[in-house]
């Protein structure tokens, strides 16, 4: 059975945390659709991979870890008899040291704007759960006189039962007429898959 009030009291002091930090957090479809026409430079999206596992948040979401008999581990839904691996999302041949490139989600950044901006996200594969939580941060280096690097924490909640987040900083630090950005970090699966972000990066001017 999944833990809501668990799961509630989770998301609400994740959502004051962000919003006292001014981070912006959207779903996939509808921010990324009212962006598009400010975006600016380019933009790289890169695959992530599974290399972990949160038997915590599984358990909350009503999953723990299975290990099939050709010895593949699955994140199964608690209920499921010995055995029984309907409903099993995901899989890896292990979990200590894996790194599955693309099996997760996709992740992304890009600056929009201007170079006044920054958003970064991912999107999580349906066969690994939804998104639920992510250690995330981008990093920002403007260039030439006046240049600076800047590290903008994003760290949260995903938007409840979506396959996505996103985040938007604005760049506190001085301005100039080139920009490069780094986002990196984790995000955990509903499943209790532990996604790597793959690091994507961005440029402006492309």
């Not at 833990?3 to 994740?14: E, G, I, Q, V």
């Not at 870890?65 to 010995?82: C, D, H, K, M, Y």
Request: net charge neutral.
């Amino acid at each position: 059975m999944v833990n809501t009030s668990s799961l509630k009291r989770r998301f609400a002091a994740a959502s004051l945390a962000l919003a006292a930090a001014g981070v912006v957090s959207a779903s996939f479809g509808t921010a990324l659709a009212s962006a598009d026409s400010g975006t600016t430079g380019s933009t790289v999206q890169v695959p992530m991979s599974v290399i972990g596992y949160d038997s915590t948040v599984a358990a909350d979401h009503g999953y723990e870890l299975r290990t099939s008999p050709s010895g593949a581990q699955f994140s199964v839904p608690i209920e499921n008899s010995s055995g029984d691996f309907s409903g099993a999302l995901g899989g890896a041949s292990s979990i200590a040291g894996i790194t599955v490139p693309g099996d997760c989600g996709t992740s992304w950044i890009y600056f929009q704007n201007g170079n006044t901006e920054i958003r970064t996200g991912y999107l999580i594969k349906s066969d690994h759960g939804q998104a639920f939580s992510h250690t995330w941060s981008a990093t920002v280096s403007t260039e030439g006189m006046g240049g600076a690097i800047g590290t903008y924490e994003m760290s949260g909640l995903a938007p409840l039962n979506s396959a996505t987040w996103q985040g938007i900083r604005k760049i506190v630090q001085p301005y100039t007429s080139k920009a490069s950005a780094l986002a990196g970090g984790t995000a955990v699966t509903t499943a209790g898959w532990i996604c790597g972000s793959g690091n994507p990066t961005a440029k402006y001017p492309e």
